[in-house]
C-alpha cells in the first residue's frame, strides 16, 4: 500500500486537515496528498502519478486542459470529472482548485459531486464567485496586520510562510517553503523556537534586521494528540517601540523639569561667607517641607556654613504638620553645628503658630531677609566657628 510522502513541507497540514487535500504540479500531477483524499479517490493516487490518467478519455483532456488555465489570483475554481475505481466503476469527484499568487503549485481539495452516480459526461468548469469566509478572515488578517504567519512540521519544515510583515526583510510569501528552520537561523535560533520545536508553547521578544519582534509559538496536534509542528506568528513592533521610546523619553524629560522645579522651589543660597538663605515661596505642605530640609540639611555640611536663614517672606499659610517640620529642621540645623534663623514671618503665619502652639522660643527671628543677614554678619565678627560650636 503507497504512504504518504513523510518528508513534505506540508506533512504537518495533511495530517491535521479533516478533508481530502492535493497538492499537483502546473500539468497535473501529484506532488502530495493526505490519505482522505487518498481514500476517496484511490489508491494509485500517489506522488508522481498524473491525476488526467485515472480519468475516462473523455474527461482526461479537459482536466488537463483546465487544471492549465487555473489563475494565480487565489480564486478557487470548481471541477466536476471522473475517476477509476479499483474495482472498475466510476466516482464522479468535484475539485475545488487554485493557485497562491506567485506559487506554481495548484492546491485541490476533493468531495463527492451530487450527483456520483450520474452517467458519464463531458468535464464542466465553472468559476466559483464565494469564498469560504475562514480564507477571507485569514487573507484579510495576513494582508493588513503587520505580521508574519509560519507553521513548520515536527522536524522544523517550514510548510507556510506569508504576511504583510515579510516586506520588511524583503522576503515574498512562501519564499521558505521546504526550508529548515536550523538552515535559516543557524545558530542564532532563539531559545524559545528551540522549546517549541520541542512541543512547548511560548513568546518571545526579539531586535532583529534592524526591527523589533514579538513571536508567539503554539504547538500544532495530530489527530493522536501528538507533536506534528509549530504555528508561529511574528509581530513587527518597531511602532510600539518607537512609542515607548518617546514615552521614555518623555518621562526623562519630566523627570528633569521636575527636578529644576524642586531646585526653585527650595533655592539655596549662600549669600555670605558662611551664611545660607532659603526664600520659601507659596504654600509649604508637609511634602515640601521634607524636602527642603533634606535639601537644607546636606547643604550645611557640604559648604560648612554656621548660620541658615529660613526667609518666609513669601508663605502665607502653614499647617501643624508644616510648623513642626519647621521647629524639626532648627533644630537639625543645631545638630549639624549651625544656627538656623528665621525671617519673614508674616502676621497670618504668626497667628498659626500661635494658636497651634509651637513653641520658637529659642529661635532667633527677625522681621527681614535684611535684618536676619546684618545678625549673622555681626555673629560671625565677633565670634570665631571654635566658640559656637
Given at each position: 500500500?503507497a504512504?504518504?510522502?513523510?518528508?513534505?513541507?506540508f506533512?504537518?497540514?495533511?495530517?491535521?486537515?479533516?478533508?481530502a487535500?492535493?497538492i499537483?504540479?502546473?500539468?497535473?500531477?501529484v506532488?502530495a496528498?493526505?490519505?482522505?483524499a487518498?481514500?476517496?479517490a484511490?489508491?494509485?493516487?500517489v506522488?508522481g502519478?498524473?491525476?488526467?490518467?485515472?480519468a475516462p478519455?473523455?474527461d482526461?483532456?479537459?482536466?488537463?486542459?483546465a487544471?492549465?488555465?487555473i489563475?494565480?489570483?487565489?480564486a478557487?475554481t470548481r471541477l466536476?470529472?471522473r475517476?477509476?475505481?479499483?474495482n472498475?466503476?466510476?466516482?464522479?469527484?468535484?475539485?475545488?482548485?487554485?493557485?497562491?499568487?506567485?506559487?506554481?503549485?495548484?492546491?485541490?481539495?476533493?468531495?463527492?459531486a451530487?450527483?456520483?452516480h450520474?452517467p458519464?459526461?463531458?468535464?464542466r468548469?465553472?468559476?466559483?464567485?464565494?469564498t469560504?469566509v475562514?480564507e477571507?478572515?485569514?487573507?484579510a488578517?495576513?494582508?493588513?496586520?503587520?505580521?508574519?504567519?509560519w507553521?513548520?512540521?515536527k522536524?522544523?519544515?517550514?510548510?507556510?510562510?506569508?504576511?504583510?510583515?515579510?516586506?520588511?526583510?524583503?522576503?515574498?510569501?512562501g519564499q521558505?517553503?521546504?526550508?529548515?528552520v536550523?538552515d535559516?537561523?543557524?545558530?542564532?535560533?532563539?531559545p524559545?523556537?528551540?522549546?517549541?520545536?520541542?512541543?512547548?508553547?511560548g513568546?518571545e521578544s526579539?531586535?532583529?534586521?534592524?526591527?523589533?519582534?514579538d513571536?508567539?509559538?503554539?504547538?500544532i496536534?495530530?489527530?493522536?494528540?501528538?507533536?506534528a509542528?509549530?504555528?508561529g506568528i511574528?509581530?513587527?513592533?518597531?511602532e510600539g517601540?518607537?512609542?515607548r521610546e518617546?514615552?521614555?523619553?518623555?518621562?526623562?524629560?519630566?523627570e528633569?523639569?521636575?527636578?529644576?522645579?524642586?531646585?526653585?522651589?527650595t533655592?539655596?543660597?549662600?549669600?555670605?561667607?558662611?551664611?545660607?538663605?532659603?526664600?520659601m515661596?507659596?504654600?509649604?505642605?508637609s511634602r515640601r517641607?521634607?524636602?527642603?530640609?533634606?535639601?537644607?540639611?546636606?547643604a550645611?555640611?557640604?559648604?560648612s556654613?554656621?548660620?541658615?536663614i529660613?526667609?518666609?517672606?513669601g508663605?502665607?499659610?502653614?499647617?501643624?504638620?508644616?510648623?513642626?517640620?519647621?521647629?524639626?529642621?532648627?533644630r537639625?540645623?543645631?545638630?549639624?553645628g549651625?544656627?538656623?534663623?528665621l525671617?519673614?514671618?508674616?502676621?497670618t503665619?504668626?497667628?498659626?503658630?500661635?494658636s497651634l502652639?509651637v513653641?520658637?522660643?529659642g529661635?532667633?527671628?527677625?522681621?527681614t531677609?535684611?535684618?536676619?543677614?546684618?545678625?549673622?554678619?555681626?555673629r560671625?565678627?565677633s565670634?570665631?566657628?571654635s566658640?559656637?560650636?
Open positions: 500500500m504512504t504518504e510522502q513523510a518528508d513534505h513541507p506533512e504537518a497540514f495533511f495530517r491535521t486537515y479533516p478533508g487535500f492535493v499537483l504540479s502546473p500539468n497535473g500531477e506532488i496528498m493526505n490519505a482522505a487518498r481514500a476517496l484511490g489508491e494509485r493516487l506522488p502519478a498524473r491525476v488526467a490518467e485515472h478519455a473523455e482526461a483532456s479537459a482536466l488537463t486542459q487544471l492549465g488555465r489563475p494565480d489570483d487565489g478557487p466536476t470529472c475517476a477509476r475505481q479499483p472498475g466503476g466510476m466516482l464522479s469527484l468535484t475539485w475545488q482548485v487554485w493557485r497562491a499568487p506567485g506559487r506554481p503549485e495548484i492546491f485541490a481539495t476533493l468531495s463527492l451530487e450527483a456520483p450520474a458519464a459526461h463531458a468535464h468548469e465553472e468559476k466559483t464567485t464565494e469560504p475562514s477571507l478572515v485569514l487573507r488578517l495576513l494582508d493588513h496586520l503587520d505580521v508574519i504567519a507553521a513548520t512540521d522536524e522544523g519544515i517550514y510548510t507556510f510562510y506569508d504576511g504583510k510583515a515579510l516586506a520588511a526583510f524583503g522576503a515574498a510569501p521558505l517553503l521546504g526550508k529548515s536550523f535559516v537561523f543557524g545558530d542564532h535560533i532563539s524559545a523556537m528551540r522549546a517549541a520545536l520541542d512541543g512547548a508553547p513568546r526579539i531586535h532583529i534586521v534592524g526591527s523589533h519582534w513571536n508567539f509559538y503554539l504547538p496536534r495530530d489527530a493522536g494528540n501528538g507533536f509542528g509549530v504555528l511574528s509581530q513587527n513592533t518597531n517601540q518607537r512609542i518617546e514615552l521614555e523619553a518623555r518621562l526623562a524629560l519630566i528633569r523639569q521636575e527636578a529644576v522645579i524642586r531646585d526653585l522651589e533655592p539655596i543660597i549662600q549669600v555670605w561667607e558662611h551664611v545660607l538663605t532659603l526664600p515661596i507659596g504654600v509649604v505642605d517641607a521634607a524636602r527642603v530640609m533634606d535639601d537644607l540639611l546636606g550645611v555640611s557640604r559648604t556654613a554656621r548660620f541658615a529660613l526667609d518666609l517672606t508663605v502665607e499659610i502653614v499647617d501643624t504638620a508644616t510648623a513642626s517640620h519647621l521647629v524639626q529642621m532648627i537639625a540645623i543645631r545638630l549639624l549651625a544656627e538656623g534663623i525671617t519673614g514671618i508674616r502676621p503665619v504668626a497667628q498659626t503658630l500661635i502652639g513653641d520658637l522660643s529661635i532667633p527671628t527677625h522681621g531677609l535684611r535684618h536676619g543677614l546684618a545678625f549673622c554678619i555681626r560671625l565678627e565670634k570665631p566657628r566658640a559656637t560650636l
